[in-house]
């Protein structure tokens, strides 16, 4: 996966927009990694993946690892099927940026708002957020 690759980065449902109570990011590392994590308090739901490239406007994602966190409880859940996943981005705006965001729609089973775009918040995730413990808060 080259570094350039336009979904590397961390990307955010809510990115953009005035807080809210939940939210859904996505995380694409350039080393094929990520993960697609739906928070709001107390609850989390969180799949860890794999990804390749396809062709363009398709990866394949290939979970290993499905953490729920409910009330600090964290409870490994079933891993969802490997699948080929259908993207694209676009430019959006958004009430609290001055000019068009890239926006990233992704289709997969286990996207919670694959018809919501998800925001660019960074191309450089934070590499805390490679380790499922820390962001389980353990």
């Known amino acids: ?14 990115a953009g927009y ?13 080393d094929g990694t990520g993960f ?4 709001r308090p107390y609850v989390s739901d969180c799949v860890d993946f794999r990804w390749t490239r396809l062709s363009p406007g398709v990866l394949r994602l290939e979970p290993f690892r499905r953490t729920f966190v409910e009330d600090g409880d964290v409870f490994a859940s079933e891993v969802p099927a490997a699948e080929d996943a259908a ?3 676009d430019l959006e705006d958004r009430p609290l940026e001055e000019a068009p965001m890239l926006a990233m729609y992704l289709a997969a089973s286990f996207v919670m708002y ?18 499922p413990q820390w962001r389980l808060g353990e």
């Open 1 to 14: 996966m080259p570094e350039e690759d336009e979904i590397v980065g961390l990307w955010s449902a809510e």
């Open 18 to 30: 005035y807080s809210a109570m939940d939210d859904e990011v996505f995380a694409f590392w350039p």
């Open 36 to 39: 697609v994590e739906y928070a």
């Open 87 to 89: 993207y694209r981005i």
């Open 114 to 131: 694959e018809d919501q775009g998800h925001g660019l918040a960074t191309r450089t995730p934070s590499e805390r957020l490679r380790d």
